[in-house]
């Protein structure tokens, strides 16, 4: 298994220098928007930007987020050098491009009650929390997002899908707040987070990679239940194999993007 990016940056797809250094950044993975981060007398211009940008092969993941239902956009996607497209505000499985490979934006009511069924369609291949729409719709608080951001979590995990990145957060100077909402996120079950700032990036990165004791630990498990099955470890800990999958996702994230400093 490949371990997922930790830092998605999402970009304006009508501003392609922006797109140019998005992903020439730290960034893990990008995501060139066509949808809220344009304006909609650009979204041809995107559109047509998109050939120039994204025939040959990035250097590191690419997505393009598309409107929902937007026939226009899935057309200009075909043939260009990405990952997958992201599609936002789905509401049902049956609302999926079945031919492509989708990241599915879950962002109202409806969405997360279908958050399961959506998950598992063939064509999707992870999904995310939208929070800016989820809470328009149901006018929950910070704490009243933990229950959908569960909710979403365990839909990805219960499918055989990557843990879902958090949802942005909007506060981009706000970096000791990015960096709570982060630890909160990484508690619930998150895995990395989207940005809408480079300057985000960095903060996100170290909140959600391993530390150097957490890959000590791994490891030390691992050795554990490969000689003995069950046992316990230096720090005391007792391990057995329900213990594996955690150990060995931990050094799957330091071997693929480091540890935190």
């Not at 879902?164 to 909160?184: E, I, K, M, N, T």
């Not at 959600?208 to 030390?220: D, I, N």
């Amino acid at each position: 298994m490949t371990a997922p990016p930790l830092t998605w940056l999402y970009v304006p797809a009508d501003r392609p220098d922006r797109v140019e250094k998005a992903i020439a950044s730290r960034a893990h993975a990008v995501i060139v928007d066509l949808e809220d981060g344009v304006a909609a007398d650009a979204k041809a211009s995107a559109r047509a930007n998109l050939a120039g940008l994204l025939t040959d092969q990035p250097e590191k993941p690419v997505y393009v987020r598309v409107n929902a239902g937007d026939a226009a956009d899935l057309d200009a996607i075909e043939g260009l050098a990405i990952e997958a497209i992201v599609m936002p505000k789905v509401e049902r499985h049956e609302h999926l491009p079945t031919r492509l490979r989708t990241i599915a934006l879950i962002e109202t009511a409806r969405g997360i009650e279908a958050a399961y069924e959506i998950a598992r369609a063939p064509c999707v291949v992870g999904v995310g929390l939208g929070e800016a729409d989820l809470r328009s719709q149901t006018g929950a608080l910070e704490a009243g997002l933990d229950w959908p951001r569960a909710r979403v979590i365990n839909a990805a995990v219960a499918a055989g899908l990557p843990r879902p990145p958090q949802s942005v957060y909007p506060h981009v100077r706000d970096l000791d707040g990015l960096a709570a909402s982060c630890r909160r996120g990484r508690e619930l079950g998150h895995l990395g987070r989207t940005a809408i700032h480079p300057g985000q990036l960095e903060v996100i990165e170290q909140a959600y990679l391993p530390t150097g004791a957490e890959v000590e630990q791994a490891r030390e498990t691992l050795a554990r239940l490969t000689e003995d099955g069950v046992g316990t470890v230096g720090d005391g800990a007792f391990v057995d194999v329900a213990m594996q999958g955690a150990a060995q996702q931990v050094i799957e994230l330091a071997d693929a993007h480091g540890v935190a400093g």
